[in-house]
């Protein structure tokens, strides 16, 4: 069964950057989208960033220009890159791939998720 597994969160001043990774412990198809979501107590689980098949980026309001997300294809891992943190930034990060399933079934991959929490 495939299982994905987000690394890299912490506790980090404002100002500093964590990095967080994610990997697949099976192997996946037909991947047509990887992206980052967080949910801090509360409030609703929102996008981070996500990359699609053909490389194109797309980023939360919160978080242009100061996150960046890639991915390693031949890998199927995701990366975040967090500059500049700010304590609104502290929520529960989850990594999500986007699978084609054979006969088109979507099918929605989802990690663990990972603690990041930024102190002022």
């Known amino acids: 069964q495939v299982q994905l597994a987000e690394s890299g969160g912490g506790l980090v001043q404002a100002g500093g950057s964590l990095r967080l990774s994610c990997a697949a412990s099976?192997?996946?198809?037909?991947?047509?989208?990887m992206g980052w979501y967080r949910q801090a107590p509360g409030k609703q689980r929102e996008l981070v960033a996500y990359?699609?098949?053909?490389?194109?980026?797309t980023y939360g309001d919160s978080v242009k220009g100061r996150f960046t997300i890639s991915r390693d294809s031949a890998k199927n891992t995701l990366a975040l890159q967090m500059n500049s943190l700010i304590p609104e930034d502290t929520a529960v990060y989850y990594c999500?791939?986007?699978?084609?399933?054979?006969?088109?079934?979507?099918?929605?991959?989802w990690g663990t998720g990972t603690q990041v929490t930024v102190s002022s």
């Open positions: 999500k791939f986007v699978v084609i399933a054979p006969g088109n079934y979507i099918v929605n991959y």
């Open positions: 099976g192997r996946i198809f037909n991947i047509n989208a």
């Open positions: 990359v699609t098949n053909g490389g194109s980026t």
